[in-house]
């Protein structure tokens, strides 16, 4: 089946510490995107990519990176500059316009 | 800056009865997208709309969009217990940048 596996699905870091996030598709998808959900909050754009060895920054992208080396890979690193990354961390893909997001199950980051 | 607003945040209806969750934003858009998104899980598409006056229904949701108006609504009709969970609304501006609402934390009581 076709679909989005983000790993792993929760995690724990120290503060300092950088911790990459992994996201990759089988749907064949152009775009993929990062999102940030805090509680009780809507989701919030970190970075997307539209096409491989190409990405643009979201509202959020301070402390975050990304690289987009394969269509289905879409790796997410947290470094230590993010002053806040405690947070639900969603992945996202789509076929290039008009069409929905379709998500991975998320990763759960806790920051001590 | 964009602003997608979505109201009331939160819903508390009876089993059986109808109500409407509303999606205000602030720029030009006819791409506006509906998520649901259960506790602790991702989120899921439902409708998609993709010009004015679209409505798409499934089951006892229906979705409709006003790009002049600028405004989506999303009702519920004879709500059951099943339907509780958190909606989301989102307006794709350029066809790749998708803005989310802040949520409507929906919870249908027998």
């Known amino acids: 089946d076709g679909g989005i596996t983000q790993s792993p699905k929760y995690l724990f870091r120290k503060e300092g510490q950088n911790v990459t996030l992994s996201c990759e598709q089988n749907l064949n998808h152009d775009a993929m995107y990062w999102y940030r959900q805090d509680p009780g909050q809507g989701l919030r754009l970190i970075y997307y990519?539209?096409?491989?060895?190409?990405?643009q920054k979201g509202d959020i992208a301070e402390g975050y990176s990304v690289s987009r080396e394969k269509k289905e890979s879409f790796p997410l690193t947290v470094t230590s500059a993010q002053k806040n990354p405690t947070a639900f961390y969603l992945c996202?893909?789509?076929?290039?316009?008009?069409?929905?997001?379709?998500f991975g199950n998320g990763t759960r980051l806790t920051v001590t | 800056e964009l602003k997608v607003e979505q109201n009331p945040l939160f819903l508390s209806m009876q089993e059986g009865k109808n109500y409407t969750i509303y999606c205000n934003y602030s720029t030009t858009s006819d791409r506006l997208y509906w998520y649901r998104q259960d506790p602790g899980k991702s989120l899921e598409s439902l409708f998609v709309l993709l010009s004015n006056g679209a409505v798409k229904q499934e089951g006892r949701l229906m979705a409709s969009l006003d790009t002049k108006a600028r405004l989506s609504t999303l009702h519920i009709t004879a709500a059951v217990h099943d339907l509780s969970a958190t909606y989301f609304c989102?307006?794709?501006?350029?066809?790749?940048?998708?803005?989310f609402g802040t949520g409507t934390s929906l919870t249908v009581i027998p």
């Open positions: 990519s539209q096409i491989v060895n190409d990405f």
């Open positions: 989102a307006v794709d501006i350029s066809g790749n940048q998708f803005y």
């Open positions: 996202a893909s789509s076929f290039f316009l008009n069409s929905p997001l379709h």
